[in-house]
Nanobody, 123 residues
Framework: QVQLVESGGGLVQAGGSLRLSCTAS????????MGWFRQAPGKEREFVAS????????YYADSVKGRFAISRDNAKNLVYLQMTSLKPEDTAVYYC????????????????WGQGPQVTVSS
């Protein structure tokens, strides 16, 4: 089973960009479908984006489509979330997650979670 560590969060002004990285330990990373989720204070965790194990399929929440891009580098055990045109409503803790079972937008489909960096977008 992989372990996940995210990096790249921080404070950015509205309209700015950030890139989150998720580093996975373990030799089986390339067999996992990966996802990014986020959780704002007082709200439920919500799906942001997912990418299939080989990188050939991606899927986005409507709220981030056209602004965020998920990608992966299986040789380096890395998954990225490039965020552009950030809005204050994007403020949340962002979580990287891995699924050995399914390619899904539902949190219960994921087996392993990172601890989550804070992303704050100021207006």
């Amino acid at each position: 089973q992989v372990q996940l560590v995210e990096s790249g969060g921080g404070l950015v002004q509205a309209g700015g960009s950030l890139r989150l990285s998720c580093t996975a330990s373990g030799r089986t990373f390339s067999s996992y479908n990966m996802g990014w989720f986020r959780q704002a204070p007082g709200k439920e965790r919500e799906f942001v984006a997912s990418i299939s194990w080989g990188g050939g399929r991606t899927y986005y929440a409507d709220s981030v489509k056209g602004r965020f891009a998920i990608s992966r580098d299986n040789a380096k055990n890395l998954v990225y979330l490039q965020m552009t045109s950030l809005k204050p409503e994007d403020t949340a803790v962002y979580y990287c997650a891995a699924s050995s079972r399914s390619y899904t937008k539902y949190p219960n489909g994921y087996d392993v979670w990172g601890q989550g960096p804070q992303v704050t977008v100021s207006s």
